[in-house]
């Protein structure tokens, strides 16, 4: 089935440091991909999404690109701030074509950042 | 504030007994999605309603069951609970059926189970 992995935590960088997390993914069809963040205490919120391969996803400072070739979507950030620190996720849902609920994510297990002054 | 409402935030309780998760979407998604969180499974996709009807189901346990009320919001009952449903409990919404993956989710329920 389909499947996101994602690189393990948690991350400890200072600030203004580059950041990269990794995510990989197995899936059918032609996914969008997704990175959610979840700040301590909070739901998770959209971050940034890319819809078809060569796409780059960007908000915040943050990009993403989809690499169908090597079934990629890293995240980076060229200069991390303290109130980065969080939990986040990549994730993945099904493409127009597929047949049933195309909004149920299918999520990595998360990475925790913390930045540190 | 993603519009998002989850009740209760944190409930205790204990085995074998049944609990109820309310969750208010914001004004206007008609879709509303359940997800798991622990810490060994990360994030479980549970269930997903629209406007009333159950459109999917994922990781979803049968001693778990899920509604969708005329008034758009919706109930996860947990019943004959064991140690393991502890969890941080998601409730998320989405304006339609077919989405772009946005979706907005609550600030969750704590279940734990003892």
């Known amino acids: 089935g389909d499947s996101v992995t994602q690189m393990e935590g948690p991350v400890t960088l200072s600030e203004e440091a580059f950041l990269t997390i990794n995510c990989t993914y197995t899936a059918t069809g032609y996914p969008s991909l997704f990175w959610y963040v979840q700040y301590p205490g909070e739901g998770l919120q959209l971050l940034l999404k890319?819809?078809?391969?060569?796409d780059k996803g960007s908000n915040k400072g943050f990009e993403a690109t989809y690499r169908k070739e090597t079934t990629s979507f890293h995240l980076e950030k060229g200069s991390v701030q303290v109130s980065d620190s969080a939990v986040y996720f990549c994730?993945?849902?099904?493409?127009?074509?597929?047949?049933?609920?195309?909004?149920?994510?299918?999520f990595g297990k998360g990475t925790k950042l913390s930045v540190k002054p | 504030d993603s519009g998002v409402t989850q009740t209760p935030k944190h409930l205790i309780t204990a085995t074998g007994q049944r609990v109820t998760l309310r969750c208010s979407p914001r004004s206007g998604d008609l879709s509303v999605y359940w997800y798991q969180q622990s810490l060994d499974q990360g994030l479980q996709f549970l269930i997903h309603?629209?406007?009333?009807?159950?459109?999917a189901k994922g990781n979803i346990l049968e001693r778990f069951s899920a509604q969708q009320f005329p008034d758009l919001h919706s109930e996860l009952n947990l019943s004959s609970l064991e140690l393991g449903d502890s969890a941080l409990y998601f409730c998320a919404s989405s304006v339609a059926l077919a989405t772009t993956g946005e979706l907005f989710f609550g600030e969750g329920s704590r279940l734990t189970v003892l």
């Open positions: 890319a819809t078809k391969a060569d």
């Open positions: 994730a993945l849902t099904r493409g127009r074509n597929y047949g049933g609920s195309q909004g149920n994510l299918i």
């Open positions: 309603y629209y406007n009333g009807e159950e459109r």
